[in-house]
T-cell receptor, first 111, second 114 residues
């Protein structure tokens, strides 16, 4: 039962443009959502998070949007940079000890 | 947040053999988590390891195949036993970072079974 889904396995954007990565979830009990970034040969690292009481959280070039009614969240990166090229995982939890991950989206930012 | 040292980073193993993956955390943590990521798949939780008690396994994972040790609050091992090519995956350990950061992950072990 895949409770967190990232339907796009890959995304390619031009440097300077906006990258939009999408994530859907099915469990209405999730109340905390996170994005992780993973480079090859490294473990995922925390990028940005959002609580279910908010619909937007911004941190520099990264903004996460949450649409609870649609059970959908997205990560916007603007402007995209070549160093942003990585695999991005969406994650959701109903408490910090039970986190579910999506399959990841591989972002490639072309110079 | 915690820093995790995971090894080996990668290995190529013969089917039928076993591999033990180690994770060392630079601080004491109550729970450690072991994940698997098969090609094109989600990070899937294998088990949760608490110090001093048996690990709790998720549906589809059993102790005989993935025995886990947790001898103290900073260390854990996961063994992949009697390996087959289907066990070829990236294996990751993680701990709760606390607060808004979710989990901290080890660097992963890329296992290839031939």
């Amino acid at each position: 039962d895949q409770q967190v889904k990232q339907n796009s396995p890959s995304l390619s954007v031009q440097e300077g443009r906006i990258s939009i990565l999408n994530c859907d979830y099915t469990n209405s009990m999730f109340d905390y959502f996170l994005w992780y970034k993973k480079y090859p040969a490294e473990g995922p690292t925390f990028l940005i998070s959002i609580s279910s009481i908010k619909d937007k959280n911004e941190d520099g070039r990264f903004t996460v949007f949450l649409n609870k009614s649609a059970k959908h969240l997205s990560l916007h990166i603007v402007p995209s940079q070549p160093g942003d090229s990585a695999v991005y995982f969406c994650a959701a939890s109903s408490n910090n000890n039970d986190m579910r991950f999506g399959a990841g989206t591989r972002l490639t930012v072309k110079p | 947040s915690a820093v995790i040292s995971q090894k080996p980073s990668r290995d190529i193993c013969q089917r039928g053999t076993s591999l033990t993956i180690q994770c060392q955390v630079d601080s004491q943590v109550t729970m450690m988590f072991w994940y698997r990521q098969q090609p094109g798949q989600s990070l899937t939780l294998i088990a949760t390891a608490n110090q001093g008690s048996e690990a709790t396994y998720e549906s589809g994972f059993v102790i005989d195949k993935f025995p886990i040790s947790r001898p103290n609050l900073t260390f854990s091992t996961l063994t992949v036993s009697n390996m087959s090519p289907e066990d070829s995956s990236i294996y990751l350990c993680s701990v709760v970072s606390g607060g808004r950061y979710g989990y901290t992950f080890g660097s992963g072990t890329r296992l290839t079974v031939v």
